[in-house]
């Protein structure tokens, strides 16, 4: 249930390490956590102690599907969780004070503009359905798991991973949510685990367990299964100290349990679901928290 994440909250808070971290923001750090949600009936680990803005969440996976590695595609979608990044590097590039708002708009109305100042480098999205073999090969890691979720479901192999050290340098930002592994019980759920390395736990973990759970239904219908357990695991677990009154202001909060996520209908392949398809029923949250994210 949702008081995993509030006890967590609560944990980091209380016992984590006050360290500077790459960002210069500082954080409050603890390493190592698990927390289990059971996607069972429908359920899915929207909080509902703050607001969760679930079709952002959703939009960026179904992003990360596309193969895309390109922030344009997520701002036509009114998705502007990435925008900071490429952001930044523009603005130390030139040199040239641009707002968000400017910088958006100009990768929205300027194509070439946008393929030069939108790109993330080979981020998840390239590594998930394009990763680069050896042999100049594309290995296409989303096809190669559905195939096996069908035809050999007892596999202990069935995962991705977005970890690729060859290329690590060219990417605005190393993969958060690295390895996804899969597992179906012989009642025929799906059960994911997923590794995240570093959690920004008040911002990033509500959009990265919505997105998890969203791809897990998608599999899920794909391979005409269930799904089943959702178990995430956290490696440097952190509250950035501009985070520190909202996480306060989130743990006096009751949680009111988890809404249902279901598709409207049975996409012919991976590629083929759009944000429409997904209905999220009683999800019922507190109001937003509003926090700054560091780049
Ligand atoms: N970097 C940091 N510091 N934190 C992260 O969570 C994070 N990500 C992605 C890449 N780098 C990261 C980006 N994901 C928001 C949510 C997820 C993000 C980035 C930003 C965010 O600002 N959410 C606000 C507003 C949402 C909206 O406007 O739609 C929120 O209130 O939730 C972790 O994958």
């Known amino acids: ?35 289990r949600f059971d996607l069972s009936g429908g359920s899915v680990p929207i909080l509902t102690t703050k607001t969760v803005w679930w079709k952002t969440a959703v939009k960026e996976m179904l992003w990360f599907l596309t193969g895309g ?28 004070e641009i707002s968000q708002v400017d910088f958006e708009r100009r990768i929205v109305e300027d194509e070439v503009f946008a393929l030069r100042w939108g790109e993330l480098g080979p981020v998840y999205g390239k590594q998930w359905r ?10 296409d890691q989303i096809a190669t798991l ?14 991705f991973h977005a970890w690729n050290v060859g ?54 219908d794909q391979a005409d299964l269930r799904p089943g357990e959702l178990v995430w695991v956290g490696g440097d677990v952190h509250l950035y100290l501009n985070h520190l009154d909202q996480a306060r202001e989130q743990l006096g909060r009751a949680p009111r349990g988890w809404p249902r996520m279901r598709l409207l209908r049975r996409a012919g392949s991976i590629d083929d679901y759009r944000i429409g398809d997904f209905v999220v029923e009683g999800y019922d949250p507190h109001p937003p928290i509003r926090a700054e994210v560091a780049v």
């Open 1 to 35: 249930s949702e008081q995993q994440y509030l006890d967590l909250l609560a944990h980091v808070l209380e016992a984590g390490d006050r360290r500077v971290d790459r960002t210069g923001v500082g954080t409050l750090s603890v390493f190592g956590a698990m927390m």
């Open 146 to 159: 559905i195939a096996t979720l069908r035809s050999n479901p007892a596999s202990r192999r069935m995962l």
């Open 130 to 139: 394009r990763w680069l073999g050896p042999d100049g090969r594309e290995h």
């Open 167 to 220: 290329e690590l340098e060219g990417m605005a930002l190393p993969p958060c949510h690295m390895v996804y592994q899969y597992h179906v019980t012989s009642d025929g759920r799906l059960n994911c685990l997923m590794y995240q390395r570093s959690v920004d736990l008040l911002l990033g973990a509500p959009f990265n367990f919505a997105g998890a759970a969203a791809l897990q239904v998608m599999l899920a």
């Open 69 to 96: 590695t390109n922030i344009r595609p997520l701002l036509l979608e009114n998705v502007r969780i990435w925008t900071d990044w490429p952001l930044a590097a523009y603005r130390r590039e030139t040199g040239e």
